[in-house]
């Protein structure tokens, strides 16, 4: 038998279309929990209306919100053989569990993924957004040679088949951690926590997952930790592949990447965000003088600064007309130039700025 898992929080309008993608699934053995995460509109009836039809429902009703994953019941309740998490906003193709539980049995994996498809609800616009070239299969100890790959697919918690031994064993200490301080990215740092314990890793070349894109998703929302989360999940990756011994120059330009391109998605949705201007200045200022930032900015080639240099430019622009502080533009000048590392003096500020 398998479990699949769901936890959702006002989401009556998407509930439905998600359950039924997996009780329509071709391979009939699972269980299904819902979690009803204190939802306040009308997201419970349309689970027990499902649950009073088909006895492999298994519903649990919460009268107030936790957020993340609710851990601890997911361990007293799931009792298949592997499980999947599915979003409540998200559905599955009608072989998903067909697919890659064939795929766990016959390669004997502990976990395994699949190919995701996003569908963007404003536009209705279908793209991947993530899929492997090949059907693959390596043990934990290839990570290295696999590691581009496997990493876009650890991101999220989605789309997976995964041993449940893995999850009763797993360190999952970063993720309580990221639960604690109700950090962004909870879900990578438990899907990693979960592939250190997995001995036999799979790759399936078909997209079998949906990922809704929605406006004004909570994941989306302007956090001032969010920062924060990005900089432990790339310690947390770093750790993971230094546990092979020196990590590639390949391997650490990709997390280079991996990470200027997270700092990217915090500064966008800062900016996007309601923020009044000058807070969103002294973020953006902020982020770019993290010694994080500026400490892979000495060893970039030039990716890292190109993908950055518009969020100095548009403070560049905004600072004209708004009070912005010498602290401010210093981290940026050191963002642009990583050997300006000691601090602009009084009097050097002074007479730049005089000399404008």
Request: charged fraction near 25%.
């Amino acid at each position: 038998m398998l479990t699949i898992w769901t936890q959702t929080y006002n989401d009556e309008k998407y509930i439905g279309q998600c359950i039924e993608s997996v009780l329509k699934q071709s391979y009939p053995d699972f269980e299904y929990i819902i979690v009803d995460d204190g939802s306040t509109d009308d997201t419970w009836a349309v689970i027990e209306d499902y649950a009073r039809k088909d006895p492999r429902i298994r519903a649990f009703h919460h009268t107030s919100r936790a957020g993340g994953i609710r851990y601890n019941l997911m361990l007293d309740t799931i009792h298949g053989e592997y499980f999947a998490v599915l979003d409540s906003d998200d559905w599955l193709e009608r072989d998903f569990l067909a697919h890659l539980v064939g795929f766990c049995k016959t390669d004997n994996l502990d976990m395994c993924v699949c190919g995701t498809q996003s569908f963007d609800e404003a536009t209705g616009e279908r793209n991947i957004l993530r899929n492997s070239d090949a059907k693959l299969s390596f043990t934990f100890a290839e990570t290295p040679y696999y590691f581009r790959l496997i990493h876009s697919f650890l991101r999220p918690v989605w789309g997976k088949l995964i041993r449940t031994e893995v999850l009763r064993k797993a360190d999952l200490s970063v993720f309580q951690r990221f639960m604690e301080q109700k950090y962004k990215g909870f879900d990578t740092a438990f899907t990693i926590g979960l592939f250190e314990s997995s001995q036999r890793i799979g790759v399936l070349n078909q997209c079998l997952h949906n990922y809704r894109v929605r406006e004004n998703s909570s994941f989306s929302a302007f956090s001032e930790t969010r920062y924060d989360a990005y900089e432990e999940l790339h310690e947390q990756s770093i750790k993971l592949l230094s546990r092979f011994g020196p990590i590639s120059s390949e391997n650490q330009e990709f997390m280079s990447m991996v990470f200027f391109n997270a700092v990217k998605d915090a500064l966008d949705i800062c900016i996007r965000s309601p923020l009044p201007e000058p807070e969103k200045l002294t973020y953006v200022a902020s982020i770019l003088g993290k010694p994080k930032v500026l400490e892979l900015r000495k060893e970039d080639t030039g990716e890292g600064l190109e993908l950055l240099v518009p969020y100095v430019a548009w403070f560049i622009l905004r600072a004209n007309t708004i009070e912005v502080h010498r602290k401010e533009f210093s981290n940026l000048l050191k963002f642009i130039q990583p050997k300006l590392l000691n601090p602009i003096s009084d009097s050097e500020w002074d007479a730049l700025l005089d000399a404008y």
